[in-house]
């Protein structure tokens, strides 16, 4: 009899187990429809056609890439390299043409020193009557790469500017005068009008007209200037100023006045000796604002004021 109600609980703890596992199974399924309940859907069937038709024609959506994180370049004690490309030549600079008259004289080796010394040519308008009194100077004006330019033979305003055609036998005698001097005809087609191309005697810009034309035809091109020490004009100096600083306020103020003009040609005269001692002073001026220097024969054509 024990053994039987032995038998008897173990068959009924049996029995329980199952009856507690189907009721666990039952109870899981019926989750769901539960969850279905709180969210009831439409009642009748659905229409799904153009759900389907929108999703076979879409395109295709394209992948949004992941993000690369460039690497970390290790820090190093080399120099970062400079560009390898080389400025345009002369890139925005801009010339100046130096312009000397009424040489050569005794102070004309003087400024081809300073010149020298800078590197820099010049255009020398000169004298017939100076070059005779100064061959020497004006064969080395032309070694040293200068342009022997022309001045006129006699600078006699009464001759020169008696007519278009004195002008250009006086402008004829000069050249025999530079090859007499220098031994070969070493004279440049580039001349200036004593006294500018305005002046009263030649009859201002409406009288020069013939002269101009009476030169083009022989091969001339005429250089007025628009940048000055005024150094043969003295009596400009009404303030009284040092001769030295009346000098270099006439250099600034005609450049303050003319920097934006094409060309820019400067006037000097070596008869002066204070325009000497000014000479390196202007000519670190123009080095410092960038300029380089050229020769009047570049030019093509006239330049009058």
Not at 127 to 142: E, L, M, N
């Amino acid at each position: 009899m024990k053994r039987d109600n032995g038998n008897c609980g173990r068959g009924g703890l049996i029995k329980r187990l199952f009856s507690a596992l189907l009721a666990f199974v039952f109870a899981a399924a019926l989750l769901p429809l539960a969850g279905c309940r709180e969210k009831p859907g439409p009642s009748g069937p659905v229409d799904i056609t153009d759900d389907v038709e929108a999703y076979m024609t879409a395109a295709p959506a394209t992948e949004t890439p992941e993000p690369t994180q460039e690497p970390t370049l290790e820090p190093t004690e080399e120099p970062t390299p400079e560009p390898t490309a080389a400025p345009t030549e002369n890139a925005g600079k801009r010339k100046v043409y130096l312009t000397i008259d009424d040489g050569p004289n005794s102070a004309t080796p003087e400024v081809l020193d300073i010149l020298k010394e800078y590197g820099i040519k010049a255009t020398f308008f000169t004298i017939g009557h100076c070059i005779k009194a100064y061959p020497a100077t004006a064969k080395r004006i032309v070694e040293e790469g200068h342009l022997l330019a022309c001045h006129t033979d006699s600078h006699n305003f009464d001759i020169i500017y008696s007519g278009p055609e004195a002008f250009v036998q006086d402008v004829a005698k000069w050249r025999q005068t530079v090859i007499n001097a220098i031994g070969y005809d070493a004279g440049a087609y580039v001349y200036r009008f004593p006294g500018g191309s305005t002046n009263s005697s030649v009859g201002g810009r409406k009288g020069r007209t013939a002269y101009v034309e009476a030169m083009n035809r022989e091969g001339y091109i005429a250089m007025d200037w628009n940048l000055g020490l005024n150094d043969k004009w003295l009596a400009g100096n009404t303030d009284h100023l040092p001769i030295e600083d009346y000098l270099w306020l006439s250099y600034t103020q005609t450049y303050a006045m003319f920097k934006n003009t094409d060309p820019l040609i400067l006037i000097i005269h070596d008869t002066e000796p204070a325009t000497l001692r000014v000479l390196p002073k202007v000519l670190d001026d123009l080095i410092s604002k960038g300029f380089e220097f050229g020769l009047c024969d570049e030019l093509s054509s006239d330049y009058l004021m």
